[in-house]
């Protein structure tokens, strides 16, 4: 197994895990604070790091979440994953964070979610086949379209959802989630660390 870093940006709080051969069980953590958000992933990666005792140098990839989601987020997110890529020349390959989120998931089909604007939320369908596969593009909806889905719906810790929606039962965070994916990944790909914002809402649904 190779030593891989993960890092994640796109939602709420900053989330950076760490998967090792000298380590038992990946190391992961997670930090919301007021400060700017790149100062907080650079945190966590030494936090990691230092627990594990590795260095930078001794990571074998780094993977990382390219949105959508927080704009800022996005932005800091590959920006960290490029630093430490060219830094150490690394390999390194970017996720959707949706689909880390239904990564996430124990169920066999899922709705991914991250927040958008306020009341708004990014979503896409996956089935799980021998990997997750995304079913349909992804789309903008109303919060209040959530409870209409036919799927479970699985969203980033601690967003909070109408008590109407079918949450998706989780069987790891989402650092987990992308760390697993990174783990899995055969031949990484450079090109996929680009950002992936979704912007363009329906003019006839705009609130």
Same mark, same amino acid.
């Given at each position: 197994?190779?030593?891989?870093?993960?890092?994640?940006?796109?939602?709420?709080?900053?989330?950076?895990? +760490?998967?090792? &051969?000298? $380590?038992?069980? &990946?190391?992961?953590?997670?930090?919301?604070?007021?400060?700017?958000?790149?100062? *907080?992933?650079?945190?966590?990666?030494?936090?990691?790091?230092?627990?594990?005792?590795?260095?930078?140098?001794? *990571?074998?990839?780094?993977?990382?979440?390219?949105?959508?989601?927080?704009?800022?987020?996005?932005?800091?997110?590959?920006?960290?994953?490029?630093?430490?890529?060219?830094?150490?020349? +690394?390999?390194?390959?970017?996720?959707?964070? *949706? *689909?880390?989120?239904?990564?996430?998931?124990?169920?066999?089909?899922?709705?991914?979610?991250?927040?958008?604007?306020?009341?708004?939320?990014?979503?896409?369908?996956?089935?799980?086949?021998?990997?997750?596969?995304?079913?349909?593009?992804?789309?903008? +909806?109303?919060?209040?379209?959530?409870?209409?889905?036919? $799927?479970?719906?699985?969203?980033?810790?601690?967003?909070?959802?109408?008590?109407?929606?079918?949450?998706?039962?989780?069987?790891?965070?989402?650092?987990?989630? $992308?760390?697993?994916?990174?783990?899995? +990944?055969?031949?990484?790909?450079?090109s996929t660390l680009v950002p992936s914002y979704v912007e363009a809402f329906p003019a006839s649904r705009e609130p």
């Amino acid at each position: 197994m190779r030593t891989v870093l993960a890092l994640l940006g796109c939602a709420g709080r900053v989330e950076v895990a +760490l998967a090792s &051969p000298s $380590l038992a069980a &990946p190391s992961v953590v997670a930090l919301a604070s007021p400060e700017p958000r790149a100062n *907080l992933l650079l945190q966590a990666v030494h936090q990691v790091l230092q627990a594990a005792q590795l260095k930078i140098s001794d *990571l074998e990839l780094v993977v990382a979440t390219t949105g959508p989601g927080s704009f800022t987020g996005i932005r800091n997110t590959l920006a960290c994953a490029w630093g430490f890529a060219q830094a150490c020349h +690394l390999p390194v390959h970017g996720f959707s964070s *949706l *689909l880390v989120q239904a990564a996430r998931s124990a169920e066999a089909a899922v709705l991914a979610v991250q927040p958008a604007r306020k009341g708004w939320f990014y979503a896409q369908p996956f089935v799980c086949k021998e990997g997750w596969i995304a079913t349909a593009p992804v789309e903008i +909806l109303r919060q209040e379209e959530l409870a209409s889905q036919p $799927l479970s719906v699985v969203a980033p810790p601690g967003l909070k959802l109408p008590p109407e929606v079918k949450v998706a039962s989780t069987c790891r965070t989402p650092a987990e989630a $992308l760390l697993a994916l990174g783990v899995q +990944l055969e031949s990484p790909d450079s090109s996929t660390l680009v950002p992936s914002y979704v912007e363009a809402f329906p003019a006839s649904r705009e609130p």
